[in-house]
């Protein structure tokens, strides 16, 4: 009896394992923070997207603390380890996926899903003491296509908690810079 149990469970998972180009809703997949050092930390946000009926466009450019009022931008904020909105730093981002580019967005046919991933890199100034971080995404707009007729939509923000990193680790430490020469200059961080 348990093989059986056992043999089902791999078939459903092998099955859902290989349909993943066809979804009928969103979902996000991983969330995770690469602290490479004392200044800079690189937050990731993998998600899916996708309909069975519906044609989906997302956006392919962000921005820091967009709450929603623009449909053309993924919002996000950074959030100190209390979970209170920061201005710490500057941060840079830029959603990746392997969906086609239609008009300045990533364009999803009705019936198939794509995967993406926002990046997003923060650079603090040093600071005396270690500090904690987390990003959390904010606005997620997309536009749907039914019987072509055009919709704008977006996740709710209660959707959207579980498109939070997980809190980075800055420690404090000094920059040093060195001119090697040659225009060649060598950051690097002391303990």
Request: aromatic residues 8%; glycine residues 8%; proline residues 4%.
């Amino acid at each position: 009896m348990k093989i059986h149990q056992i043999l089902g469970g791999a078939i459903v998972l092998v099955s859902c394992l290989a349909s993943g180009s066809s979804a009928q809703a969103y979902d996000t997949i991983a969330q995770s923070a690469h602290t490479f050092n004392a200044t800079t930390t690189l937050f990731a946000v993998a998600y899916s997207f996708g309909s069975k009926d519906r044609a989906i466009d997302l956006p392919i450019i962000t921005g820091r603390d967009i709450l929603g009022t623009r449909n053309d931008m993924l919002g996000y904020t950074l959030l100190d380890k209390n979970g209170l909105t920061t201005q710490v730093g500057t941060m840079h981002g830029l959603v990746l996926s392997d969906a086609t580019i239609v008009n300045g967005r990533y364009h999803i046919p009705a019936g198939e899903a794509a995967n993406f991933t926002l990046l997003t890199f923060l650079t603090t100034p040093t600071t005396p003491t270690q500090a904690s971080y987390k990003l959390r995404v904010t606005a997620l707009p997309f536009t749907f296509t039914d019987h072509g007729k055009t919709y704008e939509n977006h996740l709710n923000p209660s959707e959207l908690t579980a498109y939070t990193t997980p809190l980075s680790l800055l420690k404090p430490g000094k920059i040093v810079n060195k001119d090697l020469g040659n225009g060649i200059t060598i950051n690097y961080t002391t303990k």
